[in-house]
């Protein structure tokens, strides 16, 4: 069974089609990277498999769960890291995985959540220092021990290398490639051409609300998918 299905999968925002007839299927620990211009319809795409939209025709199912019927259990199995993971700022890291982990109905001792967060690729030191005063990386390594404290087992991102200084982009990878292997599934939006071809197995690209391509990161290059890319959008 897929981790993530999406079939004939429509949004329509009044008469303004957003999505149109989106089918894919993506398997335990795959990385699919969906490349698209502004307003190609890659938010939207995620805010149906998040359950934020209800979609205009078509289904969507994470782990076999049905989004549309039962958003509750879907939420379950995944977990969002947005552009800007938005924390407490008043709160430590520590403070911030407890806390969004008892929303989630868990409570784990002190060293756990520790250990998420250096699995996560977070700084011992950092761990009880103030939101307030992590860069967006490390933001981004909360968020991801938020989903390893889940047990997530899909990761959906929305353009998680922006604004990411290359030394930060690289643990981002490297993390990335690492839960992939363990058996996380990503899915992610991005206009990073470079970091989709390094990181992602599968890549898309999506125009005015179709997925047009559909590539396995085996088959081309950095260069070759940038050419794509620009002759398609
Ligand atoms: N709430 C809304 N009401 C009306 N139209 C919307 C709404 N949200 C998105 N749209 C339209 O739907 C289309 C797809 O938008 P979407 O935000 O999904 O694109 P995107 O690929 O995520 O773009 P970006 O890279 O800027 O985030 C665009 O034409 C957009 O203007």
Known sequence: MPVLEMVGLCKHYNDVPALNDLTL?????????LLGQN????????????????????????NG???????????????????????????SGL?????????AGLKYP???????????????????KRLATYSKGMRQ???????????????????PTSGLDPKATAEFTELCKKLSAEGTTIFMATHDIFNAVSLG???GIMKEGKLVHELSTKTINAEALQQLYLETI
């Open 25 to 33: 299927r993506i398997e335990e620990g795959e990385v699919y990277c």
């Open 39 to 62: 307003g190609a319809g890659k938010t939207t795409t995620i805010h149906l498999i998040l359950g934020f939209l209800e979609a205009s025709s078509g289904s969507c199912s994470i």
């Open 65 to 91: 769960i049905p989004v549309q019927v039962n958003r509750t259990e879907s939420r379950k199995e995944v977990a969002y890291i947005p552009e800007i993971v938005q924390l407490y700022g008043q709160l």
């Open 95 to 103: 403070e911030n995985l407890d806390f969004f982990s008892r929303l």
């Open 110 to 128: 002190q060293a756990e959540l520790s250990a998420f967060l250096s699995k996560a690729g977070l700084q011992k030191d950092a761990h009880t």
């Open 141 to 159: 390594k909360v968020g991801i021990a938020i989903a390893l404290a889940k047990n997530a087992k899909l990761i959906v991102m929305d353009e």
């Open 201 to 203: 197995t599968r890549i």
